[in-house]
């Protein structure tokens, strides 16, 4: 008889919305996994539950090591209860080699549904939710970050990001270079804390406000690509699109087709507009007329 893994669901910040079946899950397990055993035992205590199983760390430096201790636990029979810090495990938190292990042995898996800060954004950003794709936390590096960036410029699904607070600036400066200042998105800070804000936007006006420093825990909901029919890009965005797959490696020739494919216009028409700026550019570096 082999056990089951349980991945349970934990307040994002108001520890009132801790699913009702948390309390008996931390009762009953035999082993609790949590990425935190201090917020563990916060918890618990907010929650007036008084574990009886074991517990041990499962974070992201031992990870790996202890993921085949807690699969033969499971092997064994026991009811392993996986926690993070806040919201669901495996979403952007330990828990996916577990489960996958979990899965390998053939052991049931089951969640306890809690709290989501990717779902609780969405929700409150006021842009479109019928579609989007979770893009988890952006490389620290500027250029690993532009490149994963420009990966996703043309995306037309609503994008969501987790981030550091002393990183948003700098994301939200290379979001406004790789989408546009103008593309719609929310910062949703401290979601469900005392000090909850969502702050709206084009991404250039959000960069300038993060440049004057943000705390706390934040998720970034950002618009998708604008759907245009033919004809409805002018000159500017096609330019834009064209560097944004020249700068992640495609030759020009190519990214100037891909570009009219998905604008739905002749070839032409954008390679003029590629050289029309680039002449602008060449001009301007050279001095408006009649200076020297």
Not at 239 to 248: C, G, I, N, Q, T
């Amino acid at each position: 008889m082999t056990g089951t893994l349980v991945l349970a669901g934990t307040p994002i910040g108001d520890v009132a919305d801790a699913p009702p079946r948390l309390a008996a899950e931390l009762a009953a397990a035999d082993v609790i996994a949590a990425e935190d055993t201090r917020r563990l035992r916060r918890l618990t205590q907010a929650l007036e539950v008084q574990p009886t199983g074991r517990i041990v760390s499962y974070f992201e430096g031992n990870e790996a090591a202890r993921t085949p201790e807690l699969a033969d636990a499971l092997s064994g029979g026991a009811r392993v209860l996986l926690v993070t810090d806040a919201g669901m495990p495996s979403v952007s938190d330990p828990g996916y080699r577990l489960v996958a292990a979990a899965v390998e042995r053939d052991i049931k898996v089951t969640a306890v549904p809690g709290p989501s800060a990717v779902l609780t954004a969405l929700a409150v950003s006021g842009l479109p939710v019928d579609r989007f794709c979770f893009e988890g936390f952006l490389p620290r590096k500027a250029g690993e970050r532009l490149s994963r960036l420009r990966d996703v410029a043309d995306e037309r699904r609503t994008l969501v990001y987790f981030e550091a607070p002393h990183r948003l600036d700098d994301t939200l400066a290379a979001m406004a270079e790789v989408f546009g200042a103008d593309r719609r998105a929310a910062v949703c800070r401290e979601l469900t804390k005392t000090y909850e804000e969502v702050r709206r936007g084009g991404l250039g006006e959000l960069a300038a406000w993060a440049a004057e420093g943000v705390r706390g825990e934040i998720t970034v909901v950002v618009e998708g690509a604008p759907e245009s029919g033919p004809g409805e890009l002018d000159a500017a965005e096609l330019v834009r699109r064209v560097r944004v797959r020249e700068e992640a490696g495609e030759r020009r020739k190519e990214a100037i087709a891909a570009v009219a494919a998905d604008a739905g216009l002749p070839k032409r028409e954008v390679f003029d507009a590629v050289v029309a700026a680039k002449n602008a550019e060449r001009d301007a570096g050279r001095g408006a007329p009649g200076t020297a």
